[in-house]
């Protein structure tokens, strides 16, 4: 259906990708991994033609190539049905009409489980169902070669779940899947081949999938980089808790305490209000209050809440440490940023210097970005939505090493997480929301990705 042949790609010295060849069968899924900054979105953008190669070709004999972007693409102010149909409304005559609309949304939205309406803005559904939107509008156009790069970073496990069954079924029907991510062990489960990119090179090219595990995929990914192992922490609930959120919890110094829920149990708006952005009895009052009270948010959605795009990665790096500090302004300290800022990018491996603006960095490296400015402004308190999200295995043990020391050092974490896995490698206690309530307690002994599925579909640990 598509075959690429030797493709390459420049971004000023950088070389994002080099001299890559790949094929995509009918009927196949085929994955592709690699670290953060690898170049697996540069050459998804070649093949479904965003992005020009500087060298090398790609020959497709499909249909038609639909890419589900890293990055969404969901215009906010347009309505779910109008981003759905972007392009080529169906009309009657002359006229959109927006009974076929419906009628052609309505089995790909239920096979996507997206319930919502059509006429609601798109930018008041939650980043999840943004994600699920993207990838309707991506079904809806019947392609015969579909590619997802990271289409399940905001998906909670029942939504990835119904994902997996869809292309299976487009498989089945012969369409040909190329799927990006950094959950190895999805990807693997559906994947017939794997393609491993290391710094823009394909270390391992369309091998059967057959042939690898998780630990070859993982060693080809990272070459003899080590990944960090996780730390044992100790703490006490004897003396006061270091945070205290209402009549619901509170947290001791140094605990980790998880949030889980369903979409709209109620979790997530305790993270909203800890960080300022829902006005709460006895919260901080907008998030510039939070960020003075020394309370680190890292948010999942980073476009929106975590990032200057615009600008160097030494000034977000530094941002919230002179907004939260309060003395002089930026450019008093300029030197000293820039380079803690280099200090921050060896720590956490991010792939881009101090003076790169953090539009051209990769997705998980801006991701990394939002976390690196947090340990800079010496937070008091450390509130994290999906902190990992779209980040590589190597990257992530390396942030779980930050959290788990930053805990240790006595500050209280609060995390959610659509990734139960980590949500149990790193908590010490998680609370189980439904209906805006606390349902279930469950400790670090309790903890697996089992008990914590059934208590936030059941309502209750068994
Ligand atoms: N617009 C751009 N300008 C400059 N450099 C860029 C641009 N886009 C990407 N790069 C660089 O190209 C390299 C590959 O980026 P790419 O987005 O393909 O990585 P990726 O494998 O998708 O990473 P991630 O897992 O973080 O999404 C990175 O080093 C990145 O900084
Ligand atoms: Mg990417």
């Known amino acids: ?45 070649i093949l479904s033609g965003v992005l020009r190669p500087d060298a090398g070709s790609v020959s497709s004999s499909g249909r038609g190539v639909a890419l589900v972007a890293q990055e969404l693409t969901v215009f906010p102010d347009l309505t779910v049905a109008e981003n759905l149909f972007p392009l080529d409304p169906p009309r009657r ?19 996507l489980g997206l319930d919502v309406p059509l006429g609601v803005r798109a930018g008041s559904l939650s980043l999840a169902d943004q994600q ?31 994902l997996m069954g869809v292309l299976r079924r487009l498989v089945a029907r012969g369409v040909a899947v190329l799927y990006v991510s950094h959950f190895l062990e999805e ?19 369309g091998v059967d999938a057959e042939s690898v595990d998780l630990d070859a995929v993982v060693t080809a990914m990272l070459g003899d980089r080590v990944v960090a192992p996780p730390i044992r922490r100790q703490f006490s609930h004897e003396g006061p808790p270091a945070l205290v959120v209402g009549d619901l919890f509170s947290v001791a110094p140094g605990e980790i305490v998880g949030l889980a829920g369903l979409q709209g149990a109620g979790h997530l708006e305790v993270l909203a209000a800890l960080s300022g952005r829902a006005r709460r009895p006895g919260t901080p009052r907008s998030p510039r ?9 890292v948010p999942s959605d980073r476009k929106r809440y975590g990032l200057m795009l615009d600008q160097p990665v030494w000034r977000n790096t530094s941002a919230a440490a002179w907004l939260g500090a309060g003395r002089g302004g930026w450019w008093q300290h300029r030197r000293a940023h820039v380079s803690s800022a280099r200090g921050l990018i060896n720590r956490l491996r991010i792939r881009g210097g101090p003076y790169d603006l953090v539009s051209t960095l990769s997705g998980g490296n801006q991701q990394k970005v939002v976390f690196a400015k947090w340990l800079e402004a010496d937070p008091r308190v450390l ?13 992530r043990a390396e942030m779980h090493a930050v959290i788990d020391s930053l805990a240790a050092a006595g500050k209280p974490v609060v995390l959610a997480s659509t990734d139960l896995a980590e949500l ?15 349902v279930a307690r469950l400790t670090r002994s309790e903890l697996s990705e089992q008990a914590l599925s059934v208590a936030m579909n059941a309502g209750f640990a068994r």
């Not at 699920?132 to 990835?160: K, Q, Y």
Request: hydrophobic share 50%; with cysteine.
């Open 1 to 45: 259906m598509l075959r690429a042949h030797g493709l390459t790609r420049y971004y000023g010295g950088v070389t994002a990708l080099s001299e890559v060849d790949i094929s995509l069968a009918p009927g196949e899924v085929h994955a592709v991994v690699g670290e953060n900054g690898a170049g697996k979105s540069t050459l998804v953008k």
């Open 93 to 111: 005559g002359p006229l959109v009409s927006r009974r076929r609309m419906a009628l052609l949304a309505a089995p790909v939205l239920a096979e």
């Open 132 to 162: 699920l939107l993207e990838i309707g509008r991506a079904l809806l156009r019947e392609p015969s070669v579909l590619i997802l790069d990271e289409p399940t970073s905001a998906l909670p496990a029942d939504a990835v779940e119904r």
């Open 187 to 205: 990807v693997l489960r559906i994947a017939s081949r794997v393609t491993v990119l290391r710094d823009g090179r394909a270390v391992l090219a």
């Open 289 to 297: 209050a939070a960020v003075r009270a020394g309370v680190a948010f």
């Open 383 to 395: 509130v994290l939505d999906d902190p990992t999200r779209g980040v590589d295995v190597g990257a």
């Open 424 to 438: 149990c490698e790193l908590c010490d206690r998680v609370l189980v929301f439904q209906r805006g309530r606390v």
